[in-house]
């Protein structure tokens, strides 16, 4: 779905872009994704000069789900010291909360063709495991404990 996109960006960046063809969901839930970004990601570190990369000039980069896993990548590697630091992460559009679909953006977005609300619940329900049996839920905001949401109000709440 992104060839072309890659390309271009190859192209008029001169640089080299790597596109990871992960497993998607609901045939295949989570990690299975994420484990495949990361290895691949790993391997393309482990070998940057059978690529002909600096290896201080590598960024990873996703859209939508795929920024979720760009992201999930960064933090993961952040800490080796085995592998070249990654020089930055774009993150387009990215999936990064599943704790409130009510705080303001989702709300100012709802009806903002192509991802509504309801089917931003829909998608990382069938992320995590593969049904959306508790879409109301989670669009209610009840799928997530009271003392969960206390402790993580600091970073998600419309403040």
């Not at 993961?76 to 085995?82: I, V």
């Not at 959306?132 to 404990?145: C, F, K, R, T």
Request: hydrophobic share 40%; aromatic share 10%.
């Amino acid at each position: 779905t992104h060839e072309k996109l890659c390309r271009f960006i190859a192209r008029e960046s001169e640089s080299v872009v790597v596109s990871v063809g992960y497993r998607l969901a609901p045939e295949h839930k989570y990690p299975a994704a994420y484990e495949d970004c990361l290895n691949a990601t790993q391997h393309f570190l482990q070998h940057l000069e059978h690529y002909g990369v600096d290896p201080a000039r590598v960024i990873v980069c996703g859209d939508s789900a795929g920024g979720n896993l760009a992201a999930a990548v960064s933090q993961t590697l952040a800490g080796r010291s085995d592998l070249p630091r990654l020089r930055a992460q774009i993150l387009i559009y990215p999936g990064l909360q599943a704790l409130d679909f009510n705080l303001p953006s989702y709300q100012q977005n709802r009806g903002v063709p192509l991802l509504f609300r309801e089917r931003a619940a829909f998608y990382m329900l069938q992320y995590l495991n593969g049904n959306a049996i508790n879409l109301e839920e989670v669009l209610e905001g009840s799928h997530i404990p009271v003392d969960i949401k206390l402790n993580y109000r600091k970073w998600v709440s419309p403040d």
